[in-house]
């Protein structure tokens, strides 16, 4: 083997391995370089060791952190991942100075319960996995069973042994011991009756305490009865639980937000820390959130987390502050290696570079076969065109199905807040209501709302209900009853509290403390019509983008797999199919271009055919993908407002009245169908009136999902109006004509001629209102503004252009320059009006060839125009002949070719400032 072959694969292996590299690392290019901060995200548990380090579980409870006693990240693990080695979600975590517990919870996809408990431990130094102590997974039937709901948690760590509990919620539960080194399991006791514990602790018998929603504290006796050890209503809604070895109890109340200390010899009750306590500390709030907390064996200090502020405190013993955070910061080495990231990229991308010259330059020597050039001109065009259209496809649909939801969960909050009995809702006011008469009525109308979850459109949504106390939201009934009536909830949203105190229905995507949140909300009335409550609709959002990244993941790995058929196949005959590279270039261009019932016609049996057969597999694989795709999606929300309606301030068609009027700043769009005379000459009445529907049928709501609306059809022309931001005029346009190319595609299938549309689009201050006598009235737009529209549609024919807007539309989209690819055509002058106006044609919407003909000549088409304008015609001239060389069919082009000839020849009109005078259509 020769050297250059030699270097060129070692180059080759270097890019491959660099790649793997950066993509197993792909996580650092999200974080900011510059930025040494680390933010806490919603913090949940919190721990410490007897070296003061800190451990915390934040970020929806699917990122677990350890920081030192110097404020420095020493290793972050990331959950949210499937796996033996991996977190997913933390539900409970305990530390001692060798080992990280967790329990980690894993949920199904299809029904969005948890499907696997596990208790995991990782090494404290370097945060690596070391090993599974129990793993229990929950069949279809536990999970769908709200009778046999299972919950594992309450992790306490004693000497060389770890204890859990097994939560059944109707059944009963186990607390285990297990030997961290033999991992030899026995059972401690099993505690009898309906739980609904918060947290147990405790490891002998007669010593076990717990806390439950119901707002009491409880002890378990030898045979596993609970016996009430409650403070009531000293202690309102206690949470957190944990002992000493002293017979001391140390609890939260989240009524209260304090921690206190029980002597359960003596009953007396201490309370260490409060608001006012904290204040006099200097931690200045006048709200917090306590609920779980850990107390450090070695010194007594105690680990809390404020989930309302976002902090989290570290307190000795006798209640004083040691330290608070709200944030930590990255070490130099965490940052170098961020960095270092960067410029491998940076690295890997010029080395790409380089071994394509030096294959180029020096292995190829600047020889390039017919058939590499085949492989390098076309099989990257399929590719793109394939990945490109088949992504584009599913975006739009993933799109369409997001809003559906969103639309559907604000329907459901609707109907089911209607259902709840608002009066037994405010009846229930403190933790001692749980599972009594007005909680089980309100839990049952929710059960019964979605019938239990056993049907498949609502196996996924949950819900919740919420009062608000003080300002301060709190679940007062849950669907899984695992929150109690007394939860403080400080991730309410802005739609939550519009519910509550405007009587507004919504939705929002939101995260709280464990995950993120698709919910629907409506406000709950009692029977005067007060609002007592908010009805929240829910689907798990972490769920759903898991979904969507698992079926892209399948949709690439469908894509590479038909592609690599193809090229496989390609490759093997292309040196028999010489003569036929013709025929099977055109037929990949037209599945480039989205024609996916492409196929070629086999004729002989030969290497040409077995290519053909195998090119209408691939075809014909890639078909049925893309309609798997096209298939996710049937049903989606439809909508049509009545906006002169709603312009107006009319809430009824009867209201409405001659004279009635409103001055809005709105973007007019123009569409006319090219030659429409010509065309319907050819056709009968009936054949006209099915022509134009069919077209109207699909471009109409091409306006409507981009916020517009249709003010009027004018024969086969289209005037819409779009009330908000004038990129939704423009979008209207380039989807307009993109489903004039679909709809292209099938006229020519059937024998017909394809027919092409124009779009003006224009933005200004124009009049709505209603005109008539009082037999006959309509609704109308008047406006000059909607003359130049109007003249801009019919100026789309003399341009050769498919979309024209003038600089008042195109100027005020935000980040127009990078969105869309434009060029400037003219001014032009409305009769009537001083000032003239710039006009734009969007490339948008053009056919790929089209557009990069005018790119290609856009600049100097620009400078021609100018030296047009400043009356240098035989410099213009020159510049303007020089593009039709390069593209003929430009209109433009030819335009101002007979502009500058006829000025040239018989010269300038007086007063000429190279300005179009609009005078007809």
């Known amino acids: 083997m020769k050297k250059e072959s030699i270097v060129f694969l070692c180059l080759i292996l270097a890019l491959f391995l660099i790649s793997i590299f950066l993509y197993l690392n792909r996580e650092e290019f999200s974080k900011n370089i510059f930025d040494a901060r680390f933010y806490f995200k919603n913090p949940y548990l919190v721990a410490s060791d007897s ?22 990240i020493d290793f972050i693990i990331e959950g949210a991942k499937r796996g033996k080695e ?26 969005g319960y948890a499907s696997i408990y596990e208790v995991k431990r990782y090494n404290s130094s370097s945060g690596k996995y070391d090993r599974t102590l129990f793993r229990y997974i929950r069949s279809k039937e536990e999970r769908l069973g709200r009778e046999a709901e299972i919950l594992i948690g309450s992790l306490q760590l004693v000497n060389d042994k770890v204890y859990y509990v097994f939560y059944k919620k109707d059944t009963g539960s186990v607390l285990y011991e297990q030997d961290v080194n033999s991992l030899e399991k026995r059972k401690v006791v099993s ?86 306590t904290l204040k006099r500390d200097g931690y200045s709030v006048e709200k917090a959130i306590f609920r779980y907390f850990s107390r450090n064996i070695n010194d007594g200090s105690i680990s809390i987390v404020d989930e309302y502020n976002n902090s989290i405190l570290n307190i000795d013993k006798e209640g004083k502050i040691k330290f608070t955070l709200n944030q930590a910061a990255f070490p130099l080495r965490m940052l170098v290696y961020r960095w270092l990231m960067w410029f491998i990229l940076i690295f890997d991308i010029l080395l790409f570079v380089f071994t394509l010259g030096y294959l180029y330059f020096v292995v190829m020597k600047r020889y390039v076969s017919l058939i590499l050039k085949m492989v390098l001109v076309l099989i990257p065009i399929v590719i793109a065109s394939i990945v490109v259209i088949s992504f584009r496809i599913y975006g739009d649909l993933y799109r369409r199905q997001e809003e559906s939801i969103y639309n559907n969960v604000a329907m459901i909050a609707q109907i089911a807040s209607e259902k709840i009995d608002g009066d037994a809702l405010e009846r229930i006011t403190e933790p001692r209501d749980f599972m009594g008469k007005d909680y089980n009525k309100i839990l049952t109308q929710m059960h019964a709302i979605m019938n239990d979850n056993a049907d498949p459109w609502n196996a996924l949504p949950y819900s919740r209900i919420y009062r608000v106390f003080d300002g301060l939201f709190y679940i007062t009934c849950d669907w899984s009853s695992r929150y109690g009536v007394f939860y403080p909830y400080p991730y309410a ?7 509550y105190y405007k009587g507004q229905i919504g939705f929002t995507r939101y995260t709280d403390f464990d995950t993120d949140l698709i919910v629907g909300v409506a406000p709950i009335k009692n029977k005067n019509g007060k609002i007592v409550g908010v009805y929240e609709v829910i689907i798990d959002g972490y ?16 894509l590479v797999v038909s592609l690599l058929i193809f090229l496989a196949i390609s490759i093997g005959f ?11 270039r055109d037929a990949i261009m037209a599945v480039s271009s989205g024609k996916w019932d492409t196929t070629i016609e086999i004729k002989s049996r030969d290497e040409v055919g077995d290519l053909g057969k195998g090119f209408n597999i691939m075809a014909g694989y890639i078909r049925n993908y893309i309609n798997e795709i096209t298939n996710l999606n049937k049903v989606y929300f439809k909508f049509v407002p009545s906006e002169f309606l709603k312009f107006l301030g009319k809430s009824n068609i009867l209201d409405l009245k001659l004279g009635d009027q409103v001055e809005k700043v709105m973007s007019i769009l123009f569409s006319d169908i090219r030659s429409f005379t010509s065309l319907s000459e050819t056709m009968s009445p009936e054949e006209n009136f099915n022509f134009i529907n069919a077209y109207l049928r699909r471009v109409g709501p091409v306006i409507r999902q ?40 099938n006229r020519i299938k059937k024998g017909y001629v394809p027919i092409d549309i124009g779009v003006g689009i224009h933005t200004g201050k124009l009049m709505l209102g209603i005109v008539g006598e009082e037999e006959r009235m309509d609704g109308t737009v008047i406006s000059d503004n909607v003359n130049l529209a109007s003249r801009l549609e019919g100026l789309t024919k003399h341009y050769g252009a498919g979309i024209i807007v003038s600089e008042n539309t195109l100027f005020n989209i935000k980040d127009y320059q990078k969105k869309y690819e434009y060029r400037f055509l003219d001014k032009v002058k409305v009769k009537g009006k001083s000032l003239p106006v710039s006009i734009f044609e969007v490339l948008e919407g053009c056919s790929e060839k089209e557009k990069e003909l005018k790119l290609n000549t856009r600049d100097d088409l620009e400078t021609a125009i100018k030296l047009y304008q400043e009356k240098n015609l035989e410099e213009a001239l020159k510049l303007f002949k020089k593009i039709k060389k390069i593209n003929p069919e430009d209109k433009t082009v030819s335009l101002y070719i007979n502009r500058c000839e006829n000025y040239i020849k018989f010269g300038l009109p007086e007063g000429w400032e190279g300005v179009e005078a609009l005078s007809e259509k």
């Open 51 to 72: 070296k003061r380090n800190i451990y915390l579980v934040d970020n929806r409870s699917r990122r677990l952190t350890k920081i030192n006693q110097k404020g420095k």
């Open 86 to 111: 991996n977190l997913y979600l933390i539900l409970d975590m305990k530390v001692d100075d060798n080992f990280i517990y967790v329990v980690n919870v894993e949920v199904d996809l299809v029904d």
């Open 191 to 276: 505690i009898e009756g309906k739980l609904a514990a918060i947290n147990i602790s405790g490891v002998e018998t007669g010593s076990i305490y717990l806390t439950k929603l119901d707002g009491r504290i409880y002890r378990v006796n030898s045979s596993g009865k609970l016996e009430e050890f409650t403070y009531y209503p000293y202690l309102k809604a206690p949470w957190g639980i944990t002992t000493d070895n002293e017979g001391n109890l140390y609890l939260t109340d989240i009524e209260k937000q304090g921690i206190f200390k029980i002597n359960t010899k003596t009953r007396k009750v201490e309370n260490i820390m409060n608001i006012s």
């Open 493 to 499: 949203t802005e739609v939550h509290k519009n519910a």
């Open 543 to 558: 769920v759903m983008d898991e979904v969507n990244k698992i079926f892209t993941r399948q949709l690439t790995l469908g």
């Open 574 to 584: 292309i040196l028999l199919l010489m003569l036929s590279l013709k025929k099977l």
């Open 706 to 745: 981009n916020k517009g609306f249709i003010d009027k059809y004018i024969g086969d022309a289209i005037m819409a109006l779009f009330p908000e931001e004038p990129e939704n005029a423009l979008k209207a346009g380039i989807d307009m004509r993109m489903k004039l190319f679909e709809y292209n595609q």
